[in-house]
């Protein structure tokens, strides 16, 4: 093993003032892989036996993608980080042995960023169920698209860490993740001018990070797991729909996740979760998130999918050859 202060004077990659960024791409990386494999193990191994993520890989490029709207409006985009390569590669490598070990674990209903799991696999799964309900007669199903405020940047560290020491990891890993997971900062970058002040990251699953994406799958476990067995429901990551023949099962669910959401800090956007009443024979329901009602729809946008009350996916079809006419 090499000693932590010999690495840390070396590159100054565990220590508390960390070096400017480095300038590195994954097509270095590759082609470089046979010259800074060694070194890369020896530093990765110090970490992790240091339990300390390096200080210089924390820092993320924040880029601001526009969605959709006017540009002057600030929510109309998506903010995309771009965390260290080398850090990336880390993560990687520290992450496949915890999703062998761990994945099983996860709920079956959960599809999003894991193996023989997918978004397709999703729809498929949903629409088909639909499908069979409404295939008898005067069958109706209520559909409810629910969707979290920012929920990937809402996680508090500290009840995360508390459920990856519940979920079995490793206490040393843990206090790694622990260090993972503080003091984050955050630069944004517009064109080619980067601002020279930084925000902290104080909550969250850190968006750009490889491990981010399954560090929220283990977070929002419990509650998929905790759900009315006589409810249908599909998660992709924070995306949640539920669905029911029965009117009062999915109310008692939208319930349970209200609760779950109170006690473990997530926000629920009322005004974004939107209800789908499939079938001729549907009575329309009403369904409320404590004292606010939820929306009704005609259309909707399920994981990219726009779902009309039909499914007939006209409003889908539509948008597709729309976008294939202003394509050259």
């Known amino acids: 093993m090499v000693p932590l202060t010999l690495l840390s004077s070396y590159t100054g990659i565990l220590s508390h003032s960390p070096p400017p960024s480095l300038t590195i791409n994954f097509y270095i990386i590759k082609k470089c892989a046979n010259s800074i494999s060694v070194p890369l193990s020896l530093l990765f191994t110090e970490s992790l036996s240091a339990r300390k993520f390096p200080d210089c890989w924390k820092t993320a490029t924040v880029i601001p993608l526009h969605k959709k709207g006017s540009t002057l409006d600030p929510s109309n985009f998506r903010p995309i980080s771009l965390t260290h390569p080398l850090a990336r590669l880390f993560e990687r490598l520290i992450l496949k042995p915890i999703k062998s070990e761990l994945a099983a674990q996860l709920s079956k209903k959960q599809y999003g960023f894991l193996s023989n799991r997918s978004c397709p696999l ?33 996680v508090p560290h500290d009840l995360l860490l508390f459920k990856l020491m519940h979920f ?48 929220f799958l283990i977070y929002i476990n419990d509650l998929i797991q905790s759900l009315p067995s006589n409810v249908y429901s599909i998660a ?26 109170d006690q473990w800090k997530l926000q629920l956007a009322e005004n974004k979760t939107v209800v789908l009443h499939l079938g001729v024979s549907n009575p329309h329901k009403d369904y409320f998130i404590g004292n ?18 039909d499914l007939k996916f006209e409003a889908h079809i539509a948008k597709i050859v729309n976008s294939a006419k202003f394509r050259k």
């Not at 990551?237 to 999915?250: G, H, T, V």
């Not at 606010?292 to 946008?301: E, V």
Request: net charge negative.
């Open 122 to 154: 999703a729809l498929i799964d949903a629409t088909s169920q639909y499908h069979l309900t409404l295939s008898k007669p005067k069958a109706f199903m209520d559909v409810i698209l629910i969707d979290f405020r920012k929920a990937f940047d809402s």
């Open 292 to 309: 606010a009602k939820l929306a009704s729809a005609n259309t909707a946008r399920d994981l990219g999918l726009l779902v009309d009350c």
């Open 236 to 261: 992709f990551a924070d995306d949640l729909k539920i669905y029911s023949e029965n009117p009062a099962s999915l109310q008692e669910t939208l319930n349970v996740i209200s609760d779950w959401c």
């Open 168 to 215: 079995g990891l490793d206490s040393s890993l843990c206090d790694w993740f622990r260090s993972f997971l503080s003091n984050r900062e955050s630069r944004v970058k517009i064109d080619d001018y980067i601002l020279d002040n930084s925000f902290n990251n104080v909550s969250g699953v850190l968006q750009g990070t490889v491990t981010g994406p399954f560090l």
